[in-house]
Each structure stands twice: as structure tokens, then as C-alpha cells.
């Protein structure tokens, strides 16, 4: 229980170096894209393969090619979920022109929504079964 706690505050730290690059980068391109999500989840995993290497999984001495791999390989999967689960809820409700206030915050409530669902399911199995093995 004690790692899945970890691994949760590892997502969490994540997802908010995510979710500030993608708003801010939506904010200044006037809406979201798909590829301001690509940057987001590139920051973001790149901070969650990091710390979950050394605090979560406790895997600092082990290759770290393989492990950079096979996480890359869960990262993609992971990026893909997120990044379509926010463009079919953005697309079907409207909400993907964040030039106000009031669709950004729609679009951080979609994009956090979609993270979490992603992370307490995908992401933790796959590194806890997978990359940190």
C-alpha cells in the first residue's frame, strides 16, 4: 500500500508539471492541441520515470536503458489514453476553445479528470508489472 502511495504522489508531481505546461501553452496558442499535450506528457513523464526510478520503485541501481525503455513503451500507451481521452470529452462537449477563463478551467478539470482515471489504473499497473519489475 505504502507504494502505490508513492507511486500516487509521484503521478501527482507529474501531472502538475503536465497540466502547467499544457495550460500555459494553451493559454498562449489560444486553444488546446494535441500537441501541446505531447509537450505536457514529455515533461511530465520525464519527471515520473525520475522519481519513481529512485523513490517509488527503488530501482536506481538496476540498467536504466531497459527500465527507460520499457517505461517509454507505458509512457506512449499513457500518452495516448490521456491525450484522447481529453480530445473525445473537449470534442464532443465544445469545450476546446480556451480563450477565456472559463474553458480553461473546463479544460483543467477534463485533462485532471483523465489524468487520474489513467494513472490509478494504466500507469501504476504497468510500472509496478513492467517497467520497475
Known amino acids: ?3 502505490f502511495l ?3 504522489a509521484s503521478s501527482l508531481i507529474a501531472t502538475g508539471v503536465d497540466f502547467t505546461v499544457v495550460v500555459i501553452l494553451s493559454a498562449l496558442a489560444g486553444e488546446w492541441s494535441a500537441g501541446v499535450n505531447v509537450i505536457g506528457a514529455l515533461g511530465g ?3 515520473n520515470f525520475m522519481i519513481n526510478r ?3 520503485f527503488n530501482r536506481e ?3 536504466i536503458g531497459g527500465q527507460a525503455l520499457r517505461y517509454g513503451i507505458t509512457w506512449v500507451g499513457n500518452m495516448l489514453l490521456n491525450t484522447a481521452g481529453v480530445w473525445l470529452i473537449l470534442h464532443f462537449t465544445g ?3 480556451v480563450s477565456n477563463k472559463e474553458t480553461a478551467l473546463r479544460l483543467s478539470i477534463v485533462k485532471l ?3 487520474l482515471l489513467v494513472g490509478f489504473t494504466y500507469s501504476y499497473i504497468m510500472q509496478k508489472r513492467f517497467v520497475f519489475k
Open 1 to 3: 500500500m505504502i507504494k
Open 6 to 8: 508513492k507511486a500516487q
Open 45 to 47: 513523464g520525464t519527471a
Open 54 to 56: 529512485q523513490w517509488v
Open 61 to 63: 541501481k538496476g540498467a
Open 95 to 97: 469545450w476546446h476553445d
Open 113 to 115: 479528470s483523465v489524468s
